[in-house]
């Protein structure tokens, strides 16, 4: 046993105790990042209602320039957002899911319209949903419980406060617009 010659007590594993030590080391990142990935994956399931502000002043800025809310986001895209990747609008170019979001999109007239976000995706449950009624100057704001799919099926365009209060969505007192 020449190998073993010349060593005594704690020298001969102190090898093994840096390889033991390195490969704790490494479960413990392993399960750090992991479980990162993981938190990371399960935000990012969920909806954000981030979008909707360019949503807004994309539209906003449409009736300023012609005069007139857009019939559909499809107008907005050639004249304001001018998107290099179109996104895949549907249903007539009225609808978008953006960010596990479903926006729904009604020209009411030149200077009304509206847009329901319903939430969509797996973590639902953890959002709500919105409905605005734009006009160039102003909104008004309900907010509700995640519509399921047999009720976000059913909204329409332009719901009467019946249907509205029907669905759960309660009417947003309206934030102090700064003085310009």
């Known amino acids: 046993m020449r190998g073993v010659e010349g060593k ?25 990042y992991s479980s990162y990935a993981a938190e990371w994956r399960a935000k990012s399931e969920i909806p954000k209602i981030d979008p909707v502000l360019k949503i807004i ?7 300023k320039n012609k005069a007139t809310f857009p019939p559909s ?6 004249t304001v957002w001018k998107h290099t990747d179109l996104p895949a609008y549907g249903y007539g170019g009225r609808t978008i899911v953006l960010r596990n979001y479903y926006y729904f999109y009604t020209f009411i007239s030149p200077m009304r319209c509206t847009l329901w976000m319903v939430p969509v995706g797996p973590h639902i449950e953890e959002s709500n949903s919105y409905f605005l009624i734009l006009t160039p100057d ?6 509700g419980p995640p519509l399921d799919l047999k009720e976000a099926s059913a909204i329409t ?9 029907m669905l759960g969505m309660i009417k947003q007192d309206p934030l102090p617009q700064k003085k310009r």
């Not at 002043?57 to 009736?63: A, D, F, N, T």
């Not at 986001?73 to 050639?78: A, D, G, L």
């Not at 365009?157 to 209060?165: D, E, I, R, S, V």
């Open 57 to 63: 002043k994309g539209l906003r800025q449409y009736q």
């Open 73 to 78: 986001f499809n107008e907005v895209e050639t």
């Open 157 to 165: 365009g332009t719901p009467t406060y019946a249907q509205l209060a």
């Open 138 to 143: 102003d909104r008004e704001k309900w907010k």
């Open 8 to 32: 005594t007590g704690k020298a001969r594993f102190g090898f093994s105790y840096a390889l033991f030590a390195l490969t704790v080391l490494i479960y413990l990142g392993a399960l750090a």
